[in-house]
């Protein structure tokens, strides 16, 4: 993989609770905008915005999993900047609200 796409996923991963816009990344990468963005989907297979939502939705589960932070309090510890956009994508990559998937049973 592309080491300047590896530094940026390091980047994301490293920053989950910050906005992270792909303007800002493409800049870290010091490539253009269209670029990056060709480059990142090429090397990743999705688009910059598709794969940071993942990765915060993946690090809320994680965190969800937990008995101590609040829905809300995940919301923002992940980067969101609303509870309705966090709930939104949450319920469209797992298919469950926060809320139903903080009550499941814990495997």
């Given at each position: ?52 939502r993942e990765k915060r939705i993946a690090r809320a589960q994680s965190l969800l999993r937990n008995p101590g932070p609040e829905i809300k309090e995940v919301c923002f510890l992940t980067g969101y900047r609303s509870i309705h ?23």
């Amino acid at each position: 993989m592309d080491r300047r796409i590896l530094d940026i996923i390091a980047f994301i991963d490293n920053s989950l609770d910050k906005h992270i816009s792909p303007e800002k990344a493409a800049r870290k990468a010091h490539l253009s905008y269209g670029h990056f963005a060709a480059l990142f989907r090429k090397e990743t297979g999705k688009r910059f915005g598709e794969y940071l939502r993942e990765k915060r939705i993946a690090r809320a589960q994680s965190l969800l999993r937990n008995p101590g932070p609040e829905i809300k309090e995940v919301c923002f510890l992940t980067g969101y900047r609303s509870i309705h956009g966090f709930y939104h994508d949450f319920k469209k990559i797992t298919g469950r609200t926060p809320a139903q998937f903080k009550k499941q049973p814990k495997s």
